[in-house]
């Protein structure tokens, strides 16, 4: 079965570092890959998707993702990073064959920001 | 943009009470969708639904029932409420099932059982 594996729960950075969020899929077959968001008291906000045919795929604010299929990974980037990103971050994957289309989601990585 | 509306951002019952949670979403979404989200364990789903009257379990639906008697509205029913059930529960919707479709969230309910 599909599993998805965020590598550390909790990431903190200064304000202007570079953000890395890690998150890794077991499918051998590549599965559709989602980044979601959720701030404090709020729902999941899609940050971006992959489309098949590109590996890196840009987001809304500043985010963008690298699909490596010989890494099984998806690792969330952004180049410098804002108080205002301070949220909850959670990789999802639906596999293509997966009956009823069903996302499965990581543990989520709760990011902080340090000014 | 898609609205995905839940009735309640916090909501507190009693220890085998029946517990209704409303959802409803404004863009013809044909597929709904029930989690709950627990601290370090992300989201499990709970139901799921392609269609009016349609349902299927997910992964985690004992003690929960769910009905969807028109397409836009989607509840989600604790039978008899019980303390393991305290948590924050949210709703999806997405136009189709699969691809890349993605899941428009709600802003969740958090629910406490006493």
């Known amino acids: 079965a599909q599993s998805v594996t965020q590598l550390g729960s909790h990431v903190s950075v200064s304000e202007g570092a570079l953000v890395l969020l890690r998150c890794n899929y077991s499918s051998s077959v590549p599965p559709y890959l989602f980044w979601y968001v959720q701030y404090p008291n709020q729902g999941l906000q899609l940050l971006l998707k992959?489309?098949?045919?590109?590996?890196l795929v840009k987001g809304i604010n500043g985010f963008e993702a690298e699909f490596k299929k010989s890494e099984t990974s998806f690792h969330l980037t952004k180049p410098s990073a804002h108080m205002s990103d301070a949220a909850e971050y959670f990789c999802a994957v639906r596999d293509p064959g997966n009956q009823g289309g069903k996302l499965i989601f990581g543990q989520g990585t709760e990011l902080s920001v340090k000014p | 943009d898609v609205k995905v509306t839940q009735s309640s951002r916090y909501l507190v019952k009693r220890t085998g009470e029946k517990v209704f949670l409303e959802c409803v979403q404004d863009?013809?979404?044909?597929?709904m969708f029930w989690y709950r989200q627990d601290p370090g364990l992300g989201l499990r789903l709970i139901y799921f639904?392609?269609?009016?009257?349609?349902?299927e379990k997910g992964d985690i639906p004992e003690g929960y029932s769910v009905s969807r008697e028109k397409k836009e509205r989607f509840s989600l029913i604790l039978e008899s409420a019980s303390t393991n059930q305290t948590s924050m529960y949210l709703c999806?919707?997405?136009?189709?099932?699969?691809?890349?479709?993605?899941?428009?969230f709600g802003d969740g309910t958090r629910l406490s059982i006493l």
């Open positions: 863009m013809d979404h044909e597929n």
């Open positions: 639904s392609y269609d009016v009257k349609m349902k």
């Open positions: 992959y489309t098949t045919g590109a590996t």
């Open positions: 999806a919707s997405s136009l189709w099932v699969g691809g890349n479709q993605p899941q428009h």
